[in-house]
């Protein structure tokens, strides 16, 4: 049984657009460092480094996590989707907030 012409290439398509929305997301992220630059900077430059250091990182992170999957994809696994990624972060902060609640007594 053959495959179908072009059905790798398809494959990789998706896989590559999964990895570059993740890089995507991960910069989106990276750029939430603005926030507290606002309160610990008072110029404007700091503020926009900040933000900009944190884009990078957010990407570089992404943009290693993809290229270690391409390079071992039997050993490393693709990196999440958005969705599972905000739901292992739910799941983290509620059993954050639980954990403070038990320790304050709530």
């Not at 630059?37 to 992170?61: D, E, N, W, Y």
Request: hydrophobic content about 45%.
């Amino acid at each position: 049984m053959s495959q179908q012409p072009g059905s790798g290439a398809r494959k990789a398509l998706v896989n590559i657009d999964g990895l570059l929305s993740n890089v995507a997301i991960k910069a989106a992220l990276g750029s939430l460092a603005f926030i507290p630059a606002c309160v610990v900077f008072k110029g404007t430059r700091m503020r926009f480094l900040t933000g900009g250091l944190g884009m990078g990182f957010g990407a570089g992170i992404a943009w290693a996590q993809s290229d270690l999957h391409l390079r071992h994809p039997q050993q490393v696994p693709m990196p999440k989707s958005l969705p599972d990624e905000l739901a292992d972060m739910k799941a983290s902060l509620e059993g954050q907030a639980s954990a403070w609640r038990r320790w304050l007594g709530v």
